[in-house]
Every structure is written in C-alpha cells, then in structure tokens.
C-alpha cells in the first residue's frame, strides 16, 4: 500500500537554529515527490518538486533532496516567517491515476 | 508561479442551501483539477478527481448527489454543495494540475473556500 509519513509532527526551533524535516514513503513506481507549504486558513503553496534519488532543490532558506525511501526538507538558519505546516505527498506510477498522497505534515514553529 | 483561485473564499449558509464555489486556473490550462476537504488540524482529504469534459470520479465515502462537481472547460471547475448541512461545513480546497501528460505535472492549490452551514 502506498504510504507517506511524516516526522516530526511538531517541531519548535529558535530562529537561526537550522533543523531537518523528514518525509518516508513506500510507493510503488515513485513519479514525484511533492513538499508545500501550508498557513492556517490557506490553501497549500508549493514548494518543490522531485522525481529521482539523488535530487536536491533549494529556495532561499530550504532545500529538499531525495532518496529512494525518504525526502528531506532542511531549513537553514529558519526565521519566524517560514513557520507553517509543511506537507510532503508522493504521485505514485504503476496503473494509478497518479494523485497525491499527501502526509499528515510537520508543523513548525520558529520563535524570535 | 502557475496561480488557482477560488471563489467566494468564505460563505454562511443556511441549512438546505445549496452552494457554489469556483476554481480557476488562472495562467495555465489544467486538464485534470481536484477537490479536497480539510478539518481543522488535519491533513487534505481529497473528495473528487475531475477532468475536462467528463464526470468526476469520486473518493469512497463521498456522495456524488450531494457534491456536485463540473469541469467545463480547462480553466474552470465548480463545486456544488447540495442541500448543505451542519455537518457540511469544512474547508475545502480546490488543485489543478498542469500539463496534458497523464498523471504528469505539477498540482496547485487555490487559497480555499471555508463553507459553515447554520
């Protein structure tokens, strides 16, 4: 069965303190992994797209890489303003009709 | 970055309204678009899938009556709440993929439309 789990559910930091969110799958034929970003009372925003092991994509504080089980999602030197929910979700191959799935997502806090 | 917007972004009904919420693609033609639901702290449940010019498959456990979607062109989608109820009330978020490759392509979201039914 196609699964996504995120860790931590939570995550509080001080700004500046630079930390990992994690992101495991099981898929079968992965076709993309996804990370948005989502504030309360808004839809999601995206953020990154990945498709092979081995990828790495960034944007300002963050940058996302992949491996064949799991996605990483490192904030770096993280300010009050990147505090949200991040979601990861996976499109899965095989004979799907590729829709996400999506993890419960991380919330993090980044306190001043 | 490729934009969907919804509308109205909130509405107040009274029980057994029936209410309409639109998706647009706003900078790119979105063959297949989808409708979540969202509970507060939880993550999205997607609802239905519905691509240009046919029916929309619908999640087990939605009811297909009550949530009516149409994707009329390759920018538009509406969602229609039917005889809405209390227990009708949610945030729900609208996502269009872009591109025409089957399954391929990058899914946006729009900013949500939070429906409370009275």
């Known amino acids: 069965e196609d699964q996504v789990t995120q860790s931590p559910e939570a995550l509080r930091l001080q700004e500046g303190e630079s930390s990992s969110l994690n992101c495991s799958y099981t898929v079968s034929g992965l076709r993309g992994l996804f990370w948005y970003r989502q504030d309360p009372g808004k839809g999601p925003e995206f953020l990154f797209t990945l498709y092979s092991a081995g990828e790495e994509k960034e944007k300002e504080r963050l940058k996302a890489t992949l491996t064949k089980k799991e996605s990483f999602l490192h904030i770096t030197a993280p300010k009050p303003e990147d505090s949200a929910t991040y979601l990861c979700?996976?499109?899965?191959?095989?004979?799907?009709?590729?829709?996400?799935?999506f993890g419960k997502g991380t919330k993090l806090s980044v306190k001043p | 970055g490729a934009v969907v917007s919804q509308h109205p972004s909130w509405v107040i009904c009274k029980s057994g309204t029936s209410v309409k919420i639109e998706c647009r693609s706003l900078?790119?033609?979105?063959?297949?678009m989808f409708w979540y639901r969202q509970f507060p702290k939880q993550s999205l449940m997607l609802m239905a899938t519905?691509?240009?010019?046919?029916?929309?498959?619908?999640e087990q456990g939605v009811e297909k009556d009550k949530f009516l979607i149409n994707h009329a062109s390759l920018t538009l989608s509406t969602l229609t709440v039917t005889s809405a109820h209390p227990e009708d009330s949610s945030f729900y978020i609208c996502s269009a993929r872009e591109g025409r490759l089957a399954g391929g392509g990058t899914q946006y979201f729009g900013p949500g439309t939070r429906l409370l039914v009275l």
């Open positions: 900078d790119f033609q979105a063959t297949t």
């Open positions: 519905s691509n240009e010019g046919s029916k929309a498959t619908y």
């Open positions: 979700a996976v499109r899965p191959g095989g004979g799907s009709q590729g829709n996400l799935i």
